[in-house]
Nanobody, 120 residues
Framework: QVQLVESGGGLVQPGGSLRLSCAAS????????MIWYRQAPGKERELVAA????????NYADSVKGRFTISKDNAKNRVYLQMNTLKPEDTAVYYC?????????????WGQGTQVTVSS
């Protein structure tokens, strides 16, 4: 069964840190690009960070550049999002997505999300 499970969310004070983890099962992420999104109440889903299948290319939303780091451990079949210097506006549900595009078809998997709340 193909599954992505996010973990590591929680309540943190402004300026604090969290590390989110996304564990894949039923498939191997080594050939997949992995993306972290977030969605706050009443707002559209926002791409936060993305990493290529090899881990050699990363991209970040301007709002998190310099504070968040995405990484990929193909051996553990996990992707991570290290979030530092958190701000109240980072409060959202964070989701991970795995994407593989081939000539035959696209593979696109989503996790169920993990809540991050930044508040004093």
């Amino acid at each position: 069964q193909v599954q992505l499970v996010e973990s590591g969310g929680g309540l943190v004070q402004p300026g604090g840190s969290l590390r989110l983890s996304c564990a894949a099962s039923g498939f191997t992420i080594s050939t997949y690009a992995m993306i972290w999104y977030r969605q706050a109440p009443g707002k559209e889903r926002e791409l936060v960070a993305a990493i290529s299948s090899t881990g050699g290319i990363t991209n970040y939303a301007d709002s998190v550049k310099g504070r968040f780091t995405i990484s990929k451990d193909n051996a553990k079949n996990r992707v991570y999002l290290q979030m530092n210097t958190l701000k109240p506006e980072d409060t959202a549900v964070y989701y991970c997505e795995a994407i593989l595009r081939t000539t035959a078809r696209d593979y696109d998997y989503w996790g169920q999300g993990t809540q991050v709340t930044v508040s004093s």
